[in-house]
Protein backbone atom coordinates (compact mmCIF):
# COMPACT_ATOMS: atom_id res chain seq x y z
CA UNK A 1 0.00 0.00 0.00
CA UNK A 2 1.56 3.49 -1.10
CA UNK A 3 2.73 5.73 2.22
CA UNK A 4 1.44 9.20 2.62
CA UNK A 5 3.71 11.91 4.73
CA UNK A 6 1.20 12.69 6.96
CA UNK A 7 0.64 16.55 7.86
CA UNK A 8 3.08 17.91 11.08
CA UNK A 9 1.05 17.32 13.80
CA UNK A 10 -1.47 20.80 14.95
CA UNK A 11 -0.08 22.70 18.14
CA UNK A 12 -2.18 22.47 20.87
CA UNK A 13 -2.33 24.12 23.86
CA UNK A 14 -4.50 21.70 26.48
CA UNK A 15 -4.25 18.00 25.22
CA UNK A 16 -1.37 16.02 23.79
CA UNK A 17 -2.15 14.24 20.15
CA UNK A 18 -0.01 11.27 18.80
CA UNK A 19 -0.07 9.27 16.02
CA UNK A 20 1.10 5.57 16.08
CA UNK A 21 0.26 2.78 13.44
CA UNK A 22 -2.27 5.03 12.02
CA UNK A 23 -4.28 5.67 15.10
CA UNK A 24 -4.34 9.22 16.43
CA UNK A 25 -4.20 9.53 20.12
CA UNK A 26 -6.03 12.74 21.55
CA UNK A 27 -5.41 13.05 25.47
CA UNK A 28 -7.25 16.24 27.33
CA UNK A 29 -4.36 16.61 29.51
CA UNK A 30 -6.36 19.90 32.09
CA UNK A 31 -6.30 17.20 34.81
CA UNK A 32 -6.29 20.44 37.31
CA UNK A 33 -9.86 21.16 36.34
CA UNK A 34 -10.93 17.67 35.40
CA UNK A 35 -10.35 18.53 32.03
CA UNK A 36 -13.61 21.07 31.50
CA UNK A 37 -14.20 21.90 28.53
CA UNK A 38 -14.68 25.59 28.96
CA UNK A 39 -12.58 27.83 30.38
CA UNK A 40 -9.56 26.27 28.63
CA UNK A 41 -8.33 25.40 25.90
CA UNK A 42 -10.34 22.26 25.05
CA UNK A 43 -12.57 23.42 22.43
CA UNK A 44 -9.81 24.95 20.04
CA UNK A 45 -7.41 21.73 20.39
CA UNK A 46 -10.18 19.34 19.73
CA UNK A 47 -11.38 20.98 17.08
CA UNK A 48 -8.07 21.42 15.80
CA UNK A 49 -7.16 17.48 16.05
CA UNK A 50 -10.38 17.29 13.90
CA UNK A 51 -9.40 18.95 11.10
CA UNK A 52 -6.46 17.86 10.78
CA UNK A 53 -7.88 13.97 11.11
CA UNK A 54 -9.35 15.03 7.93
CA UNK A 55 -6.57 15.81 6.35
CA UNK A 56 -4.26 13.38 7.04
CA UNK A 57 -4.25 10.50 5.22
CA UNK A 58 -1.97 8.43 7.76
CA UNK A 59 -5.09 8.20 10.19
CA UNK A 60 -7.52 5.55 10.43
CA UNK A 61 -9.18 5.90 14.12
CA UNK A 62 -9.18 8.41 16.69
CA UNK A 63 -9.14 8.03 20.26
CA UNK A 64 -9.86 10.74 22.55
CA UNK A 65 -8.82 10.14 26.94
CA UNK A 66 -8.67 12.48 29.45
CA UNK A 67 -5.64 12.65 31.69
CA UNK A 68 -5.74 12.14 35.20
CA UNK A 69 -8.53 10.92 37.33
CA UNK A 70 -11.45 12.12 34.89
CA UNK A 71 -12.45 12.37 31.27
CA UNK A 72 -13.89 15.46 31.66
CA UNK A 73 -16.41 16.39 34.19
CA UNK A 74 -18.04 19.23 35.43
CA UNK A 75 -17.82 22.93 34.63
CA UNK A 76 -17.00 25.90 37.39
CA UNK A 77 -20.02 26.32 39.51
CA UNK A 78 -18.67 29.18 40.98
CA UNK A 79 -18.52 31.36 37.82
CA UNK A 80 -22.44 29.84 37.15
CA UNK A 81 -22.96 31.71 40.82
CA UNK A 82 -21.20 34.87 40.10
CA UNK A 83 -22.06 35.18 36.41
CA UNK A 84 -18.07 35.69 35.34
CA UNK A 85 -16.58 33.79 32.39
CA UNK A 86 -18.40 32.16 30.43
CA UNK A 87 -21.52 32.35 32.01
CA UNK A 88 -21.43 36.42 32.21
CA UNK A 89 -23.66 38.79 29.97
CA UNK A 90 -26.98 38.60 28.67
CA UNK A 91 -29.22 36.08 26.61
CA UNK A 92 -27.46 37.25 23.43
CA UNK A 93 -23.80 37.17 24.61
CA UNK A 94 -24.62 33.85 26.30
CA UNK A 95 -25.89 32.61 23.03
CA UNK A 96 -22.63 33.81 20.85
CA UNK A 97 -20.45 32.38 23.54
CA UNK A 98 -22.11 28.78 22.95
CA UNK A 99 -22.17 28.92 19.48
CA UNK A 100 -18.24 30.33 19.08
CA UNK A 101 -17.06 28.24 21.75
CA UNK A 102 -18.54 24.59 23.25
CA UNK A 103 -20.77 23.94 19.96
CA UNK A 104 -17.75 23.74 17.62
CA UNK A 105 -17.25 20.47 19.05
CA UNK A 106 -20.37 18.45 18.18
CA UNK A 107 -20.43 20.13 14.82
CA UNK A 108 -16.19 19.37 14.04
CA UNK A 109 -16.24 15.61 15.36
CA UNK A 110 -19.62 15.19 13.51
CA UNK A 111 -17.45 15.89 10.22
CA UNK A 112 -14.67 13.74 11.33
CA UNK A 113 -14.15 10.89 8.65
CA UNK A 114 -12.56 8.27 10.65
CA UNK A 115 -14.13 6.24 13.61
CA UNK A 116 -13.68 7.79 16.76
CA UNK A 117 -13.16 5.97 20.34
CA UNK A 118 -13.78 7.31 23.41
CA UNK A 119 -11.36 5.74 26.06
CA UNK A 120 -13.40 7.00 29.09
CA UNK A 121 -11.22 6.78 32.01
CA UNK A 122 -13.09 8.24 34.87
CA UNK A 123 -16.03 10.77 35.10
CA UNK A 124 -18.09 11.71 32.02
CA UNK A 125 -20.03 14.19 33.43
CA UNK A 126 -22.94 16.66 31.65
CA UNK A 127 -22.98 20.28 33.48
CA UNK A 128 -19.83 21.28 31.15
CA UNK A 129 -20.39 18.24 28.27
CA UNK A 130 -18.16 15.90 29.38
CA UNK A 131 -21.14 13.09 29.01
CA UNK A 132 -21.86 14.34 25.44
CA UNK A 133 -18.43 14.24 24.31
CA UNK A 134 -18.01 10.81 25.15
CA UNK A 135 -21.35 9.94 22.99
CA UNK A 136 -20.19 12.02 20.08
CA UNK A 137 -18.12 9.56 19.39
CA UNK A 138 -18.59 6.12 17.01
CA UNK A 139 -17.42 4.10 19.99
CA UNK A 140 -16.79 4.19 23.64
CA UNK A 141 -14.85 2.39 25.83
CA UNK A 142 -14.88 2.69 29.80
CA UNK A 143 -13.05 2.30 32.96
CA UNK A 144 -14.51 0.58 36.13
CA UNK A 145 -13.68 3.99 37.39
CA UNK A 146 -15.85 6.01 34.83
CA UNK A 147 -19.29 7.32 35.58
CA UNK A 148 -21.73 9.09 33.10
CA UNK A 149 -24.00 11.84 34.01
CA UNK A 150 -25.99 14.41 31.97
CA UNK A 151 -26.58 16.64 34.90
CA UNK A 152 -27.43 20.18 33.13
CA UNK A 153 -30.80 19.89 35.01
CA UNK A 154 -29.33 19.89 38.54
CA UNK A 155 -27.89 23.15 38.22
CA UNK A 156 -31.19 24.70 36.37
CA UNK A 157 -29.36 24.59 32.90
CA UNK A 158 -29.94 22.72 29.60
CA UNK A 159 -27.89 20.24 27.49
CA UNK A 160 -26.86 23.14 25.36
CA UNK A 161 -23.81 21.47 23.70
CA UNK A 162 -26.12 19.10 21.79
CA UNK A 163 -26.60 16.43 24.34
CA UNK A 164 -30.21 16.33 24.12
CA UNK A 165 -29.49 14.75 19.98
CA UNK A 166 -26.75 12.55 20.22
CA UNK A 167 -28.45 10.55 23.73
CA UNK A 168 -31.31 9.68 21.95
CA UNK A 169 -30.21 8.51 18.67
CA UNK A 170 -27.76 6.22 20.94
CA UNK A 171 -30.24 4.92 23.40
CA UNK A 172 -33.45 5.67 22.71
CA UNK A 173 -35.50 8.32 23.44
CA UNK A 174 -36.79 6.97 26.90
CA UNK A 175 -33.97 6.12 28.79
CA UNK A 176 -32.11 9.32 27.06
CA UNK A 177 -35.01 11.62 28.73
CA UNK A 178 -34.52 9.56 32.22
CA UNK A 179 -31.00 10.32 32.68
CA UNK A 180 -31.26 13.80 31.39
CA UNK A 181 -34.90 14.78 33.14
CA UNK A 182 -33.43 12.97 36.44
CA UNK A 183 -29.72 14.13 36.46
CA UNK A 184 -28.48 10.57 37.23
CA UNK A 185 -25.35 9.29 37.55
CA UNK A 186 -24.50 6.35 36.37
CA UNK A 187 -21.52 3.53 36.57
CA UNK A 188 -19.70 1.89 33.57
CA UNK A 189 -21.65 -1.48 34.33
CA UNK A 190 -25.04 0.39 34.40
CA UNK A 191 -23.70 2.24 31.05
CA UNK A 192 -22.64 -0.61 29.12
CA UNK A 193 -26.23 -2.36 29.96
CA UNK A 194 -27.92 0.64 28.65
CA UNK A 195 -25.78 0.41 25.61
CA UNK A 196 -23.89 3.69 26.12
CA UNK A 197 -20.78 1.70 26.66
CA UNK A 198 -19.36 -0.90 24.36
CA UNK A 199 -17.24 -2.97 27.13
CA UNK A 200 -15.57 -1.77 30.44
CA UNK A 201 -12.20 -3.23 32.09
CA UNK A 202 -9.72 -2.18 34.98
CA UNK A 203 -8.57 1.35 34.68
CA UNK A 204 -5.01 0.06 33.92
CA UNK A 205 -6.59 -1.97 31.02
CA UNK A 206 -8.18 0.64 29.36
CA UNK A 207 -5.78 2.24 27.03
CA UNK A 208 -4.77 -1.44 25.67
CA UNK A 209 -8.08 -2.10 25.20
CA UNK A 210 -9.10 0.94 23.56
CA UNK A 211 -5.81 0.45 21.45
CA UNK A 212 -6.51 -3.05 20.53
CA UNK A 213 -9.71 -2.28 18.96
CA UNK A 214 -8.34 1.03 17.57
CA UNK A 215 -5.24 -1.13 15.36
CA UNK A 216 -8.09 -3.86 14.39
CA UNK A 217 -10.14 -0.98 12.96
CA UNK A 218 -6.80 0.62 11.32
CA UNK A 219 -5.79 -2.60 9.78
CA UNK A 220 -8.46 -2.23 7.24
CA UNK A 221 -8.05 -0.56 3.87
CA UNK A 222 -8.10 3.30 4.84
CA UNK A 223 -10.41 4.40 2.49
CA UNK A 224 -12.64 2.38 2.38
CA UNK A 225 -12.55 2.43 6.19
CA UNK A 226 -13.33 6.26 5.71
CA UNK A 227 -16.25 5.45 3.15
CA UNK A 228 -17.74 2.79 5.42
CA UNK A 229 -18.05 5.29 7.71
CA UNK A 230 -19.55 8.12 5.88
CA UNK A 231 -22.12 5.69 4.64
CA UNK A 232 -23.08 4.71 8.71
CA UNK A 233 -23.57 7.96 9.41
CA UNK A 234 -25.77 9.03 5.90
CA UNK A 235 -27.78 6.09 6.75
CA UNK A 236 -29.07 7.70 9.83
CA UNK A 237 -30.49 10.27 7.71
CA UNK A 238 -31.18 8.84 4.17
CA UNK A 239 -34.17 7.18 2.55
CA UNK A 240 -33.15 3.72 1.42
CA UNK A 241 -33.44 3.86 -2.25
CA UNK A 242 -31.40 7.21 -2.22
CA UNK A 243 -28.72 5.49 0.19
CA UNK A 244 -28.40 2.31 -1.94
CA UNK A 245 -27.45 4.97 -5.07
CA UNK A 246 -25.05 6.77 -2.58
CA UNK A 247 -23.31 2.86 -1.74
CA UNK A 248 -23.71 1.70 -5.51
CA UNK A 249 -21.61 5.03 -5.90
CA UNK A 250 -19.09 4.61 -3.17
CA UNK A 251 -18.55 0.78 -4.26
CA UNK A 252 -17.78 1.85 -7.79
CA UNK A 253 -14.52 4.10 -5.92
CA UNK A 254 -13.68 1.03 -4.07
CA UNK A 255 -13.00 -0.98 -6.83
CA UNK A 256 -11.14 1.42 -8.35
CA UNK A 257 -8.62 1.66 -5.62
CA UNK A 258 -5.44 -0.06 -5.20
CA UNK A 259 -6.10 -0.90 -1.80
CA UNK A 260 -9.20 -3.41 -2.97
CA UNK A 261 -6.99 -5.40 -5.17
CA UNK A 262 -4.08 -5.33 -2.41
CA UNK A 263 -6.89 -6.56 0.54
CA UNK A 264 -8.10 -9.01 -2.28
CA UNK A 265 -4.50 -10.49 -3.33
CA UNK A 266 -3.97 -10.64 0.27
CA UNK A 267 -7.01 -12.85 0.46
CA UNK A 268 -6.16 -14.71 -1.80
CA UNK A 269 -2.92 -15.84 -0.76
CA UNK A 270 -4.27 -16.87 2.69
CA UNK A 271 -6.51 -19.02 1.19
CA UNK A 272 -4.19 -20.86 -0.81
CA UNK A 273 -1.24 -21.41 2.30
Known sequence: MSQTTPPSLP??????????????TLTLARHDVRNALTGTA????????????????????LVITG???????GGNVKDMANRGGDFAGDVAEVSARYRRGIQRIPLALAEVEVPIIAAVNGPAIGHRAGFDLANMADIRIASKKAKFGETFLNLGIIPGDGGAWFMQRLI???????????????????????????????????????GELAARIAAQPPKATRLTKRLMKMAQRT??????DLCAVFQGMCHNEPEHLEAVNAMLEKIAK
Open 11 to 24: RLTDARLTLEGRVA
Open 239 to 244: ELKDFL
Open 42 to 61: LVEDIVAVAQWVNACDAVSV
Open 67 to 73: EGSAFSA
Open 172 to 210: GYQRAFELTLTGRVIDAEEAKAYGIVLDVCEPEALMATA
